[in-house]
């Protein structure tokens, strides 16, 4: 690997393995230049979320209209309990990875098609790890926060990240180095010197 190479850093896991807070955390870090990637998505905001910060909130005919314009990136669409939730990035200029190095939060499958996109060099994935039975108890406590907790799709959505983050997909992507996050402090700090090696200049 080119550790020259300006890259796009890809932040995965499991739900509630502790992305968004490692983002944020790597993201505030004046001695990383990286520029913040803000995916898309139709489904409704969270309590405590803001427009153009944890995602752009879009509608659907937003999405269909970029489609058109051939500058969806990658797009996933989930079966959610309360209908189907799009999530996608977008060819918007965020991303330059001629001028320096950007970091967005993804999954398994964004990453895939990212990778395909801008070339396998150009991608560098940054996968967290938690104890499954410790993720549980995190999600449950994050849902009880919200005005209309949503327990059955947060349900559905554990669930459906054992079929998601197989093992075998990991290793078809060629992602062998995890990053265990029950102790975030040593986490952020193992993630903060890996992307400092390979950011490029």
């Keep these: 690997m080119d550790k020259s190479m300006h890259?796009?850093?890809v932040v995965m896991g499991k739900s509630s393995s502790g992305k968004d807070t490692v983002f944020k955390e790597?993201?505030?870090m004046a001695e990383l230049p990286l520029k913040t990637i803000v995916g898309?998505?139709?489904?409704?905001?969270?309590?405590?979320?803001k427009n153009g910060e944890e995602y752009f909130f879009v509608s659907k005919a937003e999405l269909s209209a970029c489609k058109k314009e051939n500058r969806v990136i990658e797009h996933r669409a989930y079966d959610t309990m309360h209908?189907?939730?799009?999530?996608?990035?977008?060819?918007?200029g965020q991303i330059d990875l001629e001028k320096g190095s950007s970091i967005m939060i993804g999954t398994l499958e964004s990453y895939r098609q990212i990778r395909k996109y801008f070339g396998e060099e150009r991608v560098y994935p940054v996968y967290l790890e938690?104890?499954?039975?410790l993720r549980l108890e995190r999600a449950l406590s994050r849902e009880r926060t919200q005005k209309n907790p949503k327990y059955a799709e947060?349900?559905?959505?554990?669930l459906a990240d054992e079929e998601d983050f197989k093992e075998e997909y990991?290793?078809?992507?060629?992602?062998?180095?995890?990053?265990s996050n029950e102790d975030s402090k040593r986490c952020i700090e193992e993630i903060t010197r890996d992307i400092r090696a390979n950011m490029g200049n």
């Design 7 to 9: 890259r796009l850093f």
């Design 26 to 28: 790597i993201t505030h």
């Design 40 to 49: 898309y998505t139709t489904r409704p905001i969270r309590d405590g979320e």
């Design 83 to 92: 209908g189907v939730w799009d999530y996608f990035t977008v060819d918007d």
């Design 130 to 133: 938690v104890e499954d039975g």
């Design 154 to 158: 947060l349900c559905r959505r554990y």
């Design 170 to 179: 990991l290793r078809e992507l060629g992602i062998g180095k995890r990053y």
